[in-house]
């Protein structure tokens, strides 16, 4: 009674209920494209690459945020969906540097796995400028807001993990941007745990090693 059955990719998947389709696809081995995504979080859905058709939905939805129905058919590959997940990542990389030779996080970087994966060499428009503002530092962490792509997986974790809420996302004259209240942080980590880019890196590695 607690079980369903559905179709992804023409493959019959037999999961428990309560779930979403980026679950149920991993668990049967299929695994779709994340970025803001995280097993220890609640989903945020904020990266747009787990987009997935439905039958029956005239447009794709986000397989994180999504839960399973009982007869569902999804597909997680498709030319469409490609381009939608390709289109994202450039819109992510128009306020990300690729300086990925100096970042400490290249090697280890699911941005630029992304980026190699859906074939991205150029982006076609350009970004606009910002005035970045490093809200964030501590003894142990180091914040690089230009690299942050507002994935808001460090806001979440400060939040669900920690019970602290020291990180927030502010909206200021150059757009979104990340602040910090010093008088909660604790200087966990748990920050640079999570993110999935050189946003948040832990001060003393600083350029001394890469974590490859």
């Given at each position: 009674m607690n079980m369903i059955r559905l179709?992804?990719?023409?493959?019959?998947?037999i999961t428990?209920?309560?779930?979403?389709?980026?679950e149920a696809a991993k668990n049967a081995g299929i695994l779709i494209p994340t970025l803001c995504y995280h097993e220890r979080l609640n989903p945020i859905g904020s990266c747009r690459l787990?987009?997935?058709e439905v039958d029956g939905q005239s447009e794709p939805v986000t397989a994180c945020t999504t839960p399973i129905e009982d007869g569902m058919s999804v597909t997680t590959q498709s030319d469409r969906l490609f381009q939608m997940r390709q289109e994202a990542l450039k819109l992510i990389l128009v306020n990300h540097p690729l300086d990925c030779p100096v970042c400490d996080k290249a090697g280890a970087c699911k941005l630029q796995d992304l980026t190699f994966e859906f074939d991205i060499k150029s982006i076609d428009c350009q970004a606009p400028n910002r005035n970045y503002i490093s809200a964030y530092q501590t003894t142990f962490i180091k914040h690089w807001p230009e690299r942050c792509i507002l994935c808001l997986r460090c806001v979440s974790a400060c939040k669900e993990i920690q019970n602290i809420g020291a990180l927030d996302i502010e909206n200021t004259e150059d757009g979104p941007q990340l602040s910090f209240n010093r008088d909660k942080c604790v200087s966990c980590g748990e920050c640079v745990q999570v993110c999935p880019v050189g946003g948040m890196l832990e001060k003393k590695s600083t350029f001394r090693w890469r974590a490859w």
């Open positions: 179709t992804i990719d023409n493959k019959d998947v428990s209920k309560g779930i979403t389709i980026l787990c987009v997935v």
